[in-house]
């Protein structure tokens, strides 16, 4: 992309992954321009990360629309007005309609904790202790119609401690998640990776797989 990339967050949480982005463009790590970011929610504590870094923020409730096609239209009219190049899905626990993701067609990301294709859903941490898997992780995709489905661009993953609960699985997905969605969406940004004929490019080449990166138990990229 020949401008700084406009990148739209959207996020209905806490935006602890958005905190990871706020942090690598304010030291200069990542060159995107965090134009807006979009809640569903008005107590969303991502829109007050998002105002203490001084970024623009926009909120609008889905339950004040009869339907999700109004609402994703509402969402498409007010994200326009940033003329996002970008939209990085950051615990945005919304269903995106077919309208909507063809509107942005490749240009939106979304990560989900779980390696894909294993896991989509909701629960994954419990879903893979339960059965007893070695390794978790997140994985950063575009996002198509098929929920959780879409082309994969890169991987954390980390091995599972057998005794821990959910909740500590999730804590350290979530430290690998802060690492490898600012770093996808900078390849993404920087044109390094694209969404072409239904599939992740790499460096001008189709990847059937995406790229892994292997976290220790404690998050450190090994
Ligand atoms: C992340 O764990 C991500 O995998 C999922 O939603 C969560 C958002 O967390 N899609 P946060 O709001 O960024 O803290």
Redesign the pocket.
């Known amino acids: 992309m020949a401008t700084r990339c406009r990148t739209a967050v959207l996020?209905?949480?806490?935006?602890?992954?958005?905190?990871a982005f706020i942090d690598r463009v304010g030291c200069g790590a990542l060159d995107l321009e965090l134009s807006v970011v979009f809640s569903n929610k008005p107590d969303a504590y991502?829109l007050v990360r998002a105002k203490n870094a001084g970024i623009p923020t926009a909120c609008i409730e889905h339950g004040d629309f009869a339907g999700r096609d109004s609402f994703d239209r509402a969402v498409a009219a007010k994200l326009d007005e940033w003329q996002p190049d970008l939209l990085v899905?950051?615990?945005?626990?919304r269903i995106l309609s077919a309208a909507f993701v063809a509107h942005y067609a490749g240009k939106i990301l979304?990560?989900?904790?779980a390696l894909l294709p294993a896991y989509p859903g909701l629960n994954t941490h419990q879903r893979v202790l339960d059965a007893g898997d070695r390794w978790h992780g997140?994985t950063v995709h575009f996002v198509t119609e098929e929920l959780d489905g879409g082309p994969r661009i890169l991987q954390g993953r980390l091995p599972v401690v057998a005794s821990e609960t959910a909740d500590q699985l999730?804590a350290r997905?979530?430290a690998v998640?802060h690492q490898i969605y600012p770093e996808a969406a900078g390849w993404v940004g920087d044109g390094r990776v694209e969404f072409r004929d239904g599939r992740t490019w790499i460096d001008g080449k189709p990847a059937i797989d995406p790229v892994v990166q292997t976290f220790d138990a404690v998050g450190r990229r090994l």
């Not at 899905?89 to 626990?93: D, N, Q, R, V």
């Open positions: 996020i209905s949480g806490s935006g602890t992954n958005l905190q991502g899905l950051a615990g945005f626990m979304n990560i989900h904790p997140s999730a997905v979530q998640e």
